[in-house]
């Protein structure tokens, strides 16, 4: 399941999220933080339902300083929905229903 | 992925249970929802241990179990334990629980038979929860709204469809989950957040809640046990437990910027949450609180041992 996630780093960046021809729903998580552990499995179960729809990487803010700094993030876990590399929207729900909805809105 | 658990091999189950149990009964190992081994400043987990991994795809490799399942079965044991630093302790800590919670610790993986597939526990425990969370005996059934009480029937209505080879459209199932989202925003009693938002994230295919389904549960049941002190509060402990709960809402639902800042006080409007989550009130009734906790505990533990009950028979009909 976990495969479904790709993880993107400063050197795959441009290929996976900048020139994707879908949109990008970026999880910014470290190892240590619990909040973003335990996101994963919603954000997994979210990925089959958009696969036509729009793409899910997750990038570790701690191994990709850059990546941190251009997105400006102060707190994670964080989920952007991008597109073309540039934010779109942030999601702030935490629950598998809720960010259904949220993405139901936002995507086409 | 086929799960057969130890490979349909007793001398495998043999051979990784038995360190697993000296460990445990040594009490050197800590249960945790996430799989721990050989971490830095980390106690190894009970389920880390028996597969000596911190990875899930590996665990299940190893040992044939679903992970899912080992984090719900430590899971159950860590609600029911305290787990306090002890420096003269080889292990580090020390774990205090009654036996009938600790000896769960080895009880789940010595149920499970060799070659069992496991990988319809988690979802048939589910149902069981909120068939239970259903019933008009639940300790909090009281607190449950009945818009939130018809999300529940129809999730379970869609589950038991599921389970016998049903399939449901999602359309079907997303009108469930805009009817959880809309009972759970509607919601304002102080004990039915807890049901409310468990019931709102539970609101998918039980299959596909399986690898979230403790993390959703652990808050569900958190709220569940707290419920049960209650009983041992005077009435004005309990409007304070209230109070107390609607200010943990309001806190949790403000909304919050890119740092997770919250930029207005979500109490202001409620001074007597504000009252009883201050510092000096929590320090104040800080002892009473630990002596209600103690008085509730066998009615906690009794919860909690009836879950794992619940499981060992799951497991046992695998």
Same mark, same amino acid.
């Given at each position: 399941?976990?495969?479904?996630?790709?993880?993107?780093?400063?050197?795959?960046?441009?290929?996976?999220?900048?020139?994707?021809?879908?949109?990008?729903?970026?999880?910014?998580? !470290?190892?240590?933080?619990?909040?973003?552990?335990?996101?994963?499995?919603?954000?997994?179960?979210?990925?089959?339902?958009?696969?036509?729809?729009?793409?899910?990487?997750?990038?570790?803010?701690?191994?990709?300083?850059?990546?941190?700094?251009?997105?400006?993030?102060?707190?994670?876990?964080?989920?952007?929905?991008?597109? !073309?590399?540039?934010?779109? !929207?942030?999601?702030?729900?935490?629950?598998?229903?809720?960010?259904? !909805?949220?993405?139901?809105?936002?995507?086409? | 992925?086929?799960?057969?658990?130890?490979?349909?091999?007793?001398?495998? #189950?043999?051979?990784?249970?038995?360190?697993?149990?000296?460990?445990?009964?040594?009490?050197?190992?800590?249960?945790?929802?996430?799989?721990?081994?050989?971490?830095?400043?980390?106690?190894?987990?009970?389920?880390?241990?028996?597969?000596?991994?911190?990875?899930?795809?590996?665990?299940?490799?190893?040992?044939?179990?679903?992970?899912?399942?080992?984090?719900?079965?430590?899971?159950?044991?860590?609600?029911?334990?305290?787990?306090?630093?002890?420096?003269?302790?080889?292990?580090?800590?020390?774990?205090?629980?009654?036996?009938?919670?600790?000896?769960?610790?080895?009880?789940?993986?010595?149920?499970?038979?060799?070659?069992?597939?496991?990988?319809?526990?988690?979802?048939?425990?589910?149902?069981?929860?909120?068939?239970?969370?259903?019933?008009?005996?639940?300790?909090?059934?009281?607190?449950?709204?009945?818009?939130?009480?018809?999300?529940?029937?129809?999730?379970?209505?869609?589950?038991?469809?599921?389970?016998?080879?049903?399939?449901?459209?999602?359309?079907?199932?997303?009108?469930?989950?805009?009817?959880?989202?809309?009972?759970?925003?509607?919601?304002?009693?102080?004990?039915?957040?807890?049901?409310?938002?468990?019931?709102?994230?539970?609101?998918?295919?039980?299959?596909?809640?399986?690898?979230?389904?403790?993390?959703?549960?652990?808050?569900?049941?958190?709220?569940?046990?707290?419920?049960?002190?209650?009983?041992?509060?005077?009435?004005?402990?309990?409007?304070?437990?209230?109070?107390?709960?609607?200010?943990? #809402?309001?806190?949790?639902?403000?909304?919050?910027?890119?740092?997770?800042?919250?930029?207005?006080?979500?109490?202001?409007?409620?001074?007597?949450?504000?009252?009883?989550?201050?510092?000096?009130?929590?320090?104040?009734?800080?002892?009473?609180? #630990?002596?209600?906790?103690?008085?509730?505990?066998?009615?906690?533990?009794?919860?909690?041992?009836?879950?794992?009950?619940?499981?060992?028979?799951?497991?046992?009909?695998?």
């Amino acid at each position: 399941m976990s495969d479904i996630i790709i993880a993107v780093d400063e050197t795959n960046f441009e290929a996976e999220v900048v020139a994707s021809g879908l949109p990008v729903l970026i999880d910014f998580w !470290a190892p240590w933080c619990g909040p973003c552990r335990a996101l994963l499995p919603t954000i997994e179960a979210l990925a089959p339902m958009y696969s036509d729809s729009m793409k899910i990487v997750k990038i570790n803010v701690d191994e990709n300083p850059e990546l941190k700094e251009k997105y400006n993030i102060q707190g994670i876990p964080q989920l952007y929905l991008t597109k !073309a590399g540039v934010q779109i !929207a942030r999601l702030t729900s935490r629950t598998r229903t809720q960010l259904a !909805a949220e993405l139901d809105e936002i995507l086409p | 992925m086929t799960f057969q658990a130890f490979s349909g091999s007793p001398a495998l #189950k043999t051979q990784m249970l038995n360190p697993v149990r000296e460990l445990w009964n040594a009490r050197a190992l800590a249960p945790d929802v996430d799989l721990n081994w050989n971490s830095d400043g980390q106690a190894s987990s009970i389920s880390g241990t028996l597969a000596k991994t911190q990875d899930r795809e590996e665990f299940e490799q190893r040992t044939g179990i679903p992970a899912d399942l080992a984090a719900l079965c430590e899971q159950l044991i860590t609600v029911g334990v305290r787990k306090t630093d002890a420096q003269d302790n080889a292990a580090g800590f020390s774990l205090e629980g009654s036996g009938a919670v600790l000896e769960f610790g080895t009880e789940w993986l010595d149920a499970i038979r060799p070659g069992a597939d496991l990988s319809m526990i988690v979802p048939q425990f589910a149902r069981h929860c909120l068939d239970r969370l259903l019933k008009s005996d639940f300790d909090l059934a009281g607190h449950i709204s009945p818009d939130l009480r018809d999300v529940g029937c129809q999730i379970l209505f869609f589950w038991d469809r599921e389970l016998a080879g049903q399939a449901i459209a999602r359309g079907d199932w997303r009108d469930v989950q805009r009817a959880a989202i809309l009972a759970t925003a509607n919601d304002t009693n102080p004990w039915g957040y807890g049901v409310a938002t468990f019931l709102e994230a539970i609101a998918w295919p039980v299959r596909s809640v399986s690898r979230e389904f403790a993390g959703l549960f652990e808050p569900f049941l958190f709220n569940w046990l707290m419920y049960l002190e209650t009983a041992f509060m005077t009435d004005e402990e309990r409007m304070d437990r209230e109070h107390m709960l609607l200010g943990l #809402k309001a806190m949790a639902t403000a909304p919050r910027d890119e740092a997770g800042t919250i930029d207005f006080d979500p109490l202001e409007s409620l001074p007597e949450s504000s009252r009883v989550i201050s510092s000096d009130h929590i320090m104040r009734t800080m002892d009473r609180m #630990k002596a209600v906790r103690e008085t509730a505990r066998s009615n906690k533990d009794e919860v909690i041992r009836d879950l794992m009950n619940t499981l060992l028979t799951l497991i046992h009909g695998a």
